[in-house]
């Protein structure tokens, strides 16, 4: 996908040019609403970010592969991601090879744990 100043994240996702991508990366974000209701969602790093007292989970599309940026905690579950293209902040995932909600959920959860850590020191 070609960087592209979006306005809003349903103007990011609407730019999506893959029906499929779209519908993953919507997906995605009503998870993330479920699980962090009170995230302030924004484009930031020209992407879908969260922010939840700090930085808490970013998404967006490329051409070949679509990618989580929990900035943080996916060496925590390297096991279960051992199937995926990761690095120390970024999971890359296709429609054909997703991520499990379950797994989203919980990536999730522990974002939310350590900004509140964060929050308290």
Do not use: C, W
Request: net charge neutral; hydrophobic share 35%; aromatic share 10%.
């Amino acid at each position: 996908m070609r960087m592209v100043k979006h306005e809003s994240v349903d103007a990011y996702l609407e730019a999506i040019p893959d029906a499929t991508f779209r519908a993953v990366l919507s997906r995605l974000r009503a998870i993330i609403k479920e699980e962090a209701p009170d995230a302030e969602e924004s484009i930031s790093y020209g992407m879908p970010g969260y922010k939840l007292n700090g930085p808490l989970i970013y998404f967006a599309a490329f051409k070949n592969h679509l990618s989580l940026f929990p900035t943080g905690v996916v060496d925590h579950y390297s096991d279960e991601l051992s199937g995926f293209r990761t690095s120390k902040g970024t999971i890359q995932f296709t429609p054909d090879h997703p991520l499990s909600e379950d797994l989203i959920r919980r990536i999730i959860r522990d974002r939310i744990q350590e900004n509140r850590s964060k929050k308290r020191s």
